[in-house]
């Protein structure tokens, strides 16, 4: 139990911090309506497989590994 803990905990701090969020990006571009869903809802799957593919990465698995795309996801999508 405390390695899952200890692996979170290395891994939330260990995100690398992308430019932009989702959020912030679709701002930027004024995006509304239709087009803002859009571009959210591909935004968040793009997020979902680079979280994924880093959990991958840093053989987490579990809980850890659900924690981690969770905030993962969080953060990039920026809600």
């Known amino acids: 139990m405390k390695r899952i803990i200890v692996a979170v905990a290395l891994a939330v701090f260990a995100v690398p911090v992308s430019a932009a969020t989702c959020a912030a990006q679709s701002m930027d571009k004024k995006l509304a309506g239709a ?3 859009s571009f959210m809802k591909k935004c968040e799957a793009d997020a979902k497989a680079t979280c994924e593919a880093t959990a991958k990465e ?19 999508v920026g809600s």
Request: charged residues 30%; aromatic residues 4%.
């Open 58 to 76: 840093k053989k987490l698995a579990g809980a850890a590994q659900t924690s981690f795309v969770k905030k993962c996801i969080a953060d990039a």
């Open 35 to 37: 087009a803002e869903k």
